[in-house]
């Protein structure tokens, strides 16, 4: 059974994640979602759709993945999700993601990577690891940062705050909130216009906005691999997955290790 999947209807390329009940980012999530886009990449497609069957975009990580993770695991897992996230902004062509419900965590750093975002009216958007003791490991800081400016970033990823979509849409994290019947409708038109846009402009236009910000974002990205997968074996993570599991959030007691 796959997870996720890329289909293609004419110049359109869809990536669709379906892991129920709540799509949580799981091993299996993540190597689907990397060979679906590994699929667009190779694909004659002109722009990508990117959405999630369900009631929920997805609640985030499977914590079960850090759960006593060693050195060389967080090491592995942490190149391995930066990587998915630049293949997917890599991609030549424009990428819209659709949200609707929770989108939380991995699942926000992942329609980060796409050129723009709209949500459905009731989502709750946050980028929530210091819940648990983490960080966001797949670029969550540095890409908001760079869409909204150090401060909100600040914000959002320091006090793992659950925003509503028509809040981010006016700090300019999201491009649209539309009612939860017409997200899907009408992200596809809208992502069928742009696929028989003109295609190699937009390409340009993706490289120059992408130099523009690859300074701050590309050595942000190094700091993840090199510090990233100490705060994966660190105590207040492994103590602060125990907890969110035992007793939902907001309960975890950090020491500082």
């Known amino acids: 059974m796959s997870f996720a999947t890329f289909t293609q209807h004419d110049q359109l390329g869809e990536i669709v994640i379906d892991s129920p009940p709540s799509n949580l980012f799981s091993s299996e999530l993540l190597r689907d979602i990397t060979s679906s886009i590994e699929q667009a990449a190779g694909s004659d497609a002109r722009a990508l759709l990117l959405r999630a069957e369900g009631d929920d975009f997805s609640a985030g990580a499977d914590v079960s993945i850090f ?7 967080a090491v592995a897992l942490q190149a391995m999700v930066l990587r998915l996230i630049h293949s997917l902004e890599n991609l ?16 926000l750093e992942l329609c980060l990577a796409c050129d723009l975002i709209w949500a459905a009216e009731g989502s709750q958007i946050g980028q929530i690891e210091a819940v648990a003791g983490g960080i966001p490991y797949a670029g969550g800081t540095q890409r908001i940062a760079s869409r909204i400016g150090v401060t909100r970033a600040a914000e959002m990823v320091l ?19 539309l009612s939860k019947d017409r997200l899907a409708t009408e ?4 992502a069928e216009a742009l696929a028989h846009g003109p295609t190699r402009a937009y390409a340009t236009t993706k490289q120059l906005l992408h130099t523009w910000r690859s300074g701050g974002v590309t050595a942000a990205d190094q700091v ?10 660190s105590e207040d993570l492994q ?9 939902g959030p907001g309960h975890a007691v950090f020491n500082g290790r």
Not at 67 to 73: F, K, L, T
């Open 67 to 73: 759960v006593g993770i060693g050195e060389v695991q």
């Open 92 to 107: 030549p062509f424009p990428t819209l993601a659709l949200i609707q419900g929770q989108c939380y965590a991995g699942a």
């Open 159 to 177: 006090t793992a705050a659950i925003f509503p979509p028509e809040t981010l849409a006016s700090w300019g994290l999201i491009n649209r909130v």
């Open 187 to 190: 992200g596809r038109d809208f």
């Open 224 to 233: 993840s691999k090199d510090l990233g997968p100490g705060v994966m074996q």
């Open 239 to 247: 103590n602060g997955i125990v907890s969110l599991q035992q007793d």
